[in-house]
């Protein structure tokens, strides 16, 4: 009896990671996705759709608008299961595709994140009153990130994307190779790959010294809409370390090697 449930249990065991995996597909309706999962809300205004979309399933909605729904699909699934990474569907985007989905991301971050948060830190640090130690260390943190986060998202789009886009359509283009090994002789994306710095491991750490040094006089409701804010940016970095980390640098491997066979 023993073995027979043994056998049993063996035979339909299924990874945990698997079982608890949701994902969209195209026939689902927008409308319930943004139901079950509203963090996709910024997701979806980045892959060109805003709300009002009535009953239109994903991929109604993708042709009306004339948007790759494939593309769509794997970008809103990454997001959704941080288990799901199919690195074989998202290597097959072209980089223009890729980086695309990255500029409006960084655009949104910094027109509209980082102001927010700003005004949230604001409005918090003036309304806790008797935490000056306190107070001081949060904003000096945040200064110090905010810093770092933009420098970091200017890196990447004056120094990284062009090269990106520039080594893809110099693939196409032989008689261009050599200008553009002389041109960028001293910039491998392997360089870049060792100083991609994490920037969510940073807000994690903001968010762990508010969660544990606010002073003890702080407004409840602003604490909690800032670090509601922190949480969702935070998740919003991983996402996006994640496709240029796994995706953009996977796909400029390839093409750097097949620009040095012709060296
Ligand atoms: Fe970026
Ligand atoms: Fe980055």
């Given at each position: 009896m023993l073995l027979l449930m043994y056998v049993l249990l063996k035979s339909v065991y299924i990874p945990p990671n698997i079982i608890l995996m949701e994902l969209f597909i195209e026939t689902s309706s927008l409308a319930a996705v943004i139901h079950k999962d509203y963090t996709?809300?910024?997701?979806i205004n980045r892959l060109g759709v805003k709300l009002g979309f009535g009953d239109l399933t994903i991929k109604e909605l993708c042709d009306k608008e004339c948007i790759d729904?494939?593309?769509?699909m794997e970008i809103i699934n990454v997001f959704h299961n941080e288990s799901y990474f199919s690195k074989k569907k998202l290597l097959d985007f072209s980089v223009n595709v890729v980086i695309d989905y990255l500029l409006k991301t960084h655009k949104y971050y910094l027109g509209y994140v980082l102001p927010e948060q700003e005004r949230l830190i604001d409005l918090f640090l003036t309304k806790?009153?008797?935490g000056s130690k306190e107070n001081e260390l949060i904003r000096k943190f945040y200064n110090k990130f905010r810093e770092e986060f933009v420098n970091h998202v200017q890196f990447e789009e004056v120094k990284v994307f062009p090269y990106i886009i520039k080594l893809s359509e110099t693939i196409h283009i032989p008689l261009q190779r050599n200008d553009f090994i002389d041109q960028y002789r001293n910039f491998t994306i392997k360089g870049f790959e060792k100083e991609h710095g994490n920037m969510d491991e940073k807000m994690f750490?903001?968010?762990?010294?508010?969660?544990k040094y606010l002073p003890p006089n702080y407004d409840l409701n602003i604490g909690n809409s800032l670090l509601t804010n922190l949480f969702m940016f935070e998740k919003d970095l991983k996402n996006h370390a994640r496709i240029e980390e796994k995706i953009l640098i996977s796909k400029v491997k390839q093409l750097e090697?097949?620009?040095k066979k012709d060296e």
């Open positions: 996709l809300l910024p997701v729904v494939t593309f769509f806790c009153i008797n750490d903001l968010k762990n010294i508010i969660i090697k097949v620009i």
